[in-house]
């Protein structure tokens, strides 16, 4: 089992930053890609950035070049950098980690991630 807990989230203004991060805990060597989705209120749970233990990651299209997912694995901490926040990105963030093997690389979506943690708030105003 592995358990996952996300800290970082504040409420901030449009064009400011914050840096989530989770900590996971268990059996962290079976994990093969860590992951950050959010949910806003009323619409389904979105993939934001994904990453593999050598470091190979990937961001949502919505926020490439302003998103930035990274890992630190001696302490298993996994991070998101988010610069240049819109009030769009205003949502609950997850961290998510799995020990399923997937066809997709590096996926983004919520069906291939089996742990979870239970969600940090992101608010943005304008």
């Known amino acids: 089992q592995v358990q996952l807990v996300e800290s970082g989230g504040d409420s901030v203004q449009a064009g400011g930053s914050l840096r989530l991060s989770c900590v996971a805990y268990g059996y962290t060597y079976s994990l093969l890609y860590m992951g950050w989705f959010r949910q806003a209120p009323g619409q389904e749970r979105e993939g934001v950035a994904a990453?593999?233990?050598?470091?190979?990651?990937r961001v949502a299209d919505s926020v490439e070049g302003r998103f930035t997912i990274s890992q630190d694995n001696a302490k298993n901490i996994l991070y998101l950098q988010m610069n240049s926040l819109k009030p769009e990105d205003a949502a609950m963030y997850y961290c998510?980690?799995?020990?399923?093997?997937?066809?997709?690389?590096?996926?983004?979506?919520?069906?291939?991630?089996?742990?979870w943690g239970q969600g940090t708030q992101v608010t943005v105003s304008s």
């Open positions: 998510a980690a799995t020990s399923l093997v997937s066809r997709r690389y590096l996926p983004l979506l919520p069906s291939d991630y089996n742990y």
């Open positions: 990453i593999k233990r050598d470091g190979s990651a």
